[in-house]
């Protein structure tokens, strides 16, 4: 985009938003092409967000069937397996038809509009046509990565009350199987209403099959119409429901919409990637996140942008997958993360430099703060120092990306996603929640007004989006997240200033890892804290206090350790368990999680006032045993 090409964006937004909008709105296919745009009040009394509420759609034909006239047989997605070089494509057809059969299997099992399916599968091919059929028949996906466990599935099942889970019989990463089906079968027997589980076959490996409730996908494909009329929704009909941690309690169900969702994915997709005819775009998140949903699935297929599937890591086989991966198939832009680029940065440049990457064209990073060590190191060698770097910053509640620089127009700074998209209007805010004005400033990062792709509401409990959003700054959409805005206005995001620890990118709610910690027998008490860490950006560091009488030892570790994998997944296992024999407490009883930050981060000589605390021994003892 050229810099006047961006003002003049900003300008369309400023003078007119409502056409600003609908132009963008353009970009789809509708049933009905709306009239109206944004419909939003965040007041207490009259809470709603609203976008193109009278415009009726389909997302699935939007992906599929407007390429259908013109380019059936081109690539629409290219699998990339754990195994280099073992993959496939598939063209536009073929995943159209594949989105038909599920999309009739889903409603011989009488999933219906409004009904939640969930999806818990490996980056197949399979997995996007599934969550297409959903959005083709207006079933409201909810997929759930393959390495959260059991119990959370279980958790997200009965929480938006599914009836139905597709998945796989095994999925593979960096070498190593896992079991899928176990766990869904696991996961049935502590959710209660699944009443079907379609399980595609990705290894073959030997699987338990309920009667009556399990079917094989490979059993019925064959049978299946390969045509299914796509089901017209309105614009505000729910799309799917992703859950995400927060600050407090269990996962919150994001619930983004059809019609809002679309465009703002389909008008981000454009604006940061500017797709040309010949591009190959490999976008490295799981279809877990919303990374995933948005720009490895729906933004490029909606564009017609052939779109990578990789269902692997990028240090497996070794560390030049992503280059070796990139020459093979011919990828034009990549889109990763930090915690992979650091990976990648340890093990030097040889591994990058043996590879081409003639066909790269665009770089680009989401999930966390990039450290600009690495961010030149992205540049400097992935991009051989000519190519272009989208530091994109946003939110599973977001639905896409709010602030990057844009090649071209805005210039780039490492570490720092510089500037809001045209529509977004982003501002600083003190404890008191007071607008901090000007440049050179730090606050909590906010944001005024709304945009197509913002969340809708947290499933099943409104009141908890308005409490966990919109009451901390009244009338304003608050992040989590820290800011500084620089001397020239760009922003640079300081990391969560909630209890949100983001490890390898992924976001980990504390008090998740905590009630995972105390259902322990032998704990008393438990605290997380974030820590900085080497290649994950932030490490979980936790204090436990066991039982009176109880001492800490390797074998509790590994029980505790086995107890996160339990409850949340592995990705969730502390990096560090530190046994305290007591916490931090005010007088009031309330944990002082400052302090246990502190100490996390090694900050000794920055504990801050700590004669309020109950008993300020405590403190001693902790650093003591740092
Ligand atoms: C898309 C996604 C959201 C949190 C967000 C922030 C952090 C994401 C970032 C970034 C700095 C970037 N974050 N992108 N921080 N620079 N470019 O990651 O969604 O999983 O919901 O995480 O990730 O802290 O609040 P999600």
């Not at 193109?52 to 259908?68: M, P, T, V, Y």
């Not at 089906?181 to 490996?205: F, H, M, P, Q, S």
């Amino acid at each position: 985009m050229t810099p006047t090409e961006l003002a003049a964006l900003h300008e369309a937004h400023a003078s007119d938003p409502h056409a600003f909008w609908l132009e963008q709105a353009r970009r789809l296919d509708w049933v009905t092409f709306p009239e109206r745009s944004g419909d939003t009040s965040f007041t207490r009394s009259d809470f709603h967000i609203r976008w193109f509420e009278d415009g009726i759609l389909n997302l699935s034909a939007n992906c599929l069937d407007r390429h259908l006239a013109e380019r059936a047989n081109d690539t629409a997605l290219v699998f990339e397996p754990d195994e280099p070089g073992a993959g496939r494509s598939v063209t536009y057809a073929e995943l159209y038809a594949d989105t038909c059969r599920f999309a009739h299997l889903l409603k011989e099992r009488g999933v219906g509009k409004g009904d939640r399916v969930m999806i818990y599968m490996p980056m197949i091919p399979e997995a996007a046509a599934a969550m297409l059929a959903c959005a083709r028949i207006g079933a409201v996906h909810s997929v759930v990565f393959g390495g959260f466990s059991p119990e959370s599935l279980a958790g997200r099942i009965d929480d938006c009350g599914a009836r139905v889970v597709i998945t796989a019989d095994e999925g593979v990463r960096g070498g190593k199987r896992i079991p899928l089906k176990a766990n869904v079968d696991a996961a049935c027997d502590l959710a209660t209403g699944i009443e079907t589980v379609i399980v595609v076959t990705r290894t073959g490996g030997e699987v338990t099959m309920c009667e009556g409730r399990d079917l094989r996908w490979e059993d019925h494909r064959d049978r299946l119409e390969a045509d299914c009329p796509a089901e017209p929704m309105a614009a505000e009909d729910p799309l799917f429901i992703l859950y995400t941690s927060g600050s407090t309690g269990k996962p919150k169900g994001v619930v983004h919409t059809t019609g809002g969702y679309a465009v703002w994915v389909a008008t981000t997709f454009d604006w940061v990637f500017e797709p040309q005819v010949d591009d190959l775009f490999w976008c490295t998140a799981d279809i877990g996140w919303i990374t995933g949903h948005s720009y490895t699935l729906y933004g490029p297929l909606m564009a017609g942008t052939p779109t990578v599937m990789f269902d692997g890591v990028p240090t497996w086989p070794d560390a030049s997958r992503l280059w070796e991966t990139i020459d093979r198939l011919g990828v034009t832009i990549l889109y990763t993360a930090p915690t992979a680029i650091r990976a990648l940065m340890r093990e030097g440049d040889e591994p990058v430099k043996k590879h081409r990457r003639e066909s790269l064209r665009l770089l680009g990073t989401v999930g966390e703060p990039i450290n600009p060590e690495a961010w030149r190191w992205y540049h400097d060698v992935v991009g051989d120092g000519r190519r272009a770097i989208v530091d994109t910053w946003w939110q599973t509640e977001t639905g896409g990306v709010l602030m990057t620089p844009l090649p071209g127009a805005t210039s780039m700074k490492p570490g720092s996603a510089t500037r809001p998209l045209p529509g977004i209007e982003p501002l600083l805010v003190d404890a008191e929640g007071r607008e901090i004005h000007g440049d050179d400033v730090s606050g909590n990062l906010c944001l005024r007004g709304s945009w197509p792709g913002q969340m809708r509401t947290v499933w099943g409990d409104p009141q908890r989006f308005i409490d966990t959003y919109f009451t901390t700054y009244p009338g304003l959409y608050f992040t989590g997240d820290g800011c500084r805005r620089d001397g020239d206005g760009d922003y640079w995001i300081t990391g969560r200033v909630d209890d949100v620890i983001n490890v390898s990118g992924h976001r980990i709610g504390t008090a998740e890892v905590e009630s995972a910690l105390v259902a322990h027998p032998l704990v008393a008490e438990a605290a997380v804290v974030g820590a900085p860490h080497d290649l994950k950006g932030q490490g979980i560091h936790a204090f436990v206090t066991l039982n009176a009488g109880e001492e800490g030892g390797e074998d509790i570790v590994r029980e505790l350790h086995a107890e996160v994998r339990k409850h949340i997944g592995a990705l969730a296992i502390p990096e560090r368990i530190q046994f305290a024999p007591g916490l931090p407490k005010t007088r009031s009883g309330k944990i002082m999680r400052r302090i246990l930050r502190k100490i996390a981060e090694g900050q000794l000589d920055q504990l801050g006032d700590t004669s309020t605390l109950a008993d300020p021994g405590v403190v001693d003892a902790l650093v003591r045993d740092r």
